[in-house]
């Protein structure tokens, strides 16, 4: 039979890994609301990346539930609960890495998202964030607002939007992606114990089958 303790143990990462799901959730439907600079940090496809993944480790979820109240001999469920954690650790490095990628050249990378932002957006960021332009007070000025109402305005206030917006977006990103692959190591938990509970399974089952051919006595 298997021990209480690894029953504990991998009920403790089954329920972790439910709740990695519903953060992920949770946090791709809230990022959603207007917030101008975290609208340009994340974009749509960032947080429809996410939900998917939650969804991904939900649907994980159901799935270990149907696979561990099976009988001992049906070992399938647990096969395939890993081989769709295999899935989830594989969606999980490709959007981690992603986002990781992306802070490599932030700098650059937010020069072209900034540039894409239309102009009532440009203002609001130089407003909130008290700059002018990206790289210069004349890169992507967008002039209006109380900051940079001219252009002579941006020149005296001589403050650019590069550092605050990448020091905003690297601490977001580096977030996202350290919490990302912290769900690794929930799946990657969950798997050993998975492959545990099979094997202590299949060995019962072992010692029962040679108990029947000893006429149901069992070893001394």
């Given at each position: 039979?298997?021990?209480?303790?690894?029953?504990?143990?991998?009920?403790?990462?089954?329920f972790?890994?439910?709740?990695?799901?519903?953060?992920?959730?949770?946090?791709?439907?809230?990022?959603?609301?207007?917030?101008?600079?975290?609208?340009?940090?994340?974009?749509?496809?960032?947080?429809?990346?996410?939900?998917?993944?939650?969804?991904?480790?939900?649907i994980?979820?159901?799935?270990?539930?149907?696979?561990?109240?099976?009988?001992?001999?049906?070992?399938?469920?647990?096969?395939?609960?890993?081989?769709?954690?295999?899935?989830?650790?594989l969606?999980?490095?490709?959007?981690?890495?992603?986002?990781?990628?992306?802070?490599?050249?932030?700098?650059?990378?937010?020069?072209?998202?900034?540039?894409?932002?239309?102009?009532?957006?440009?203002?609001?960021?130089?407003?909130?964030?008290?700059?002018?332009g990206?790289?210069?007070?004349?890169?992507?000025?967008?002039?209006?607002?109380?900051?940079?109402?001219?252009?002579?305005?941006?020149?005296?206030?001589?403050?650019?939007?590069?550092?605050?917006?990448?020091?905003?977006?690297?601490?977001?990103?580096?977030?996202?992606?350290?919490?990302?692959?912290?769900?690794?190591?929930i799946?990657?938990?969950?798997?050993?114990?998975?492959?545990c509970?099979?094997?202590?399974?299949?060995?019962?089952?072992?010692?029962?089958?040679?108990?029947?051919?000893?006429?149901?006595?069992?070893?001394?």
């Amino acid at each position: 039979m298997v021990s209480k303790r690894l029953m504990g143990v991998w009920a403790f990462f089954d329920f972790t890994l439910l709740a990695a799901g519903a953060v992920c959730i949770a946090l791709s439907i809230v990022w959603r609301e207007t917030n101008v600079l975290m609208n340009m940090v994340l974009s749509n496809a960032d947080l429809t990346a996410g939900l998917v993944l939650g969804i991904a480790m939900l649907i994980t979820f159901a799935i270990s539930i149907g696979a561990i109240v099976q009988r001992n001999h049906i070992t399938i469920g647990l096969v395939l609960l890993n081989w769709t954690l295999i899935l989830d650790a594989l969606g999980i490095l490709i959007i981690g890495t992603f986002v990781w990628f992306f802070t490599l050249e932030e700098r650059n990378n937010f020069h072209s998202v900034f540039s894409q932002q239309s102009t009532q957006n440009k203002i609001a960021i130089q407003d909130k964030l008290k700059c002018c332009g990206y790289f210069n007070t004349s890169d992507l000025l967008e002039v209006g607002g109380s900051i940079c109402p001219s252009q002579d305005a941006a020149n005296q206030l001589n403050t650019t939007c590069v550092g605050p917006i990448t020091a905003f977006a690297d601490t977001t990103l580096n977030d996202v992606f350290t919490t990302v692959y912290g769900f690794m190591a929930i799946v990657i938990c969950l798997f050993l114990a998975s492959l545990c509970v099979i094997k202590k399974r299949q060995e019962d089952e072992r010692f029962k089958k040679i108990d029947s051919k000893r006429g149901g006595k069992g070893f001394v």
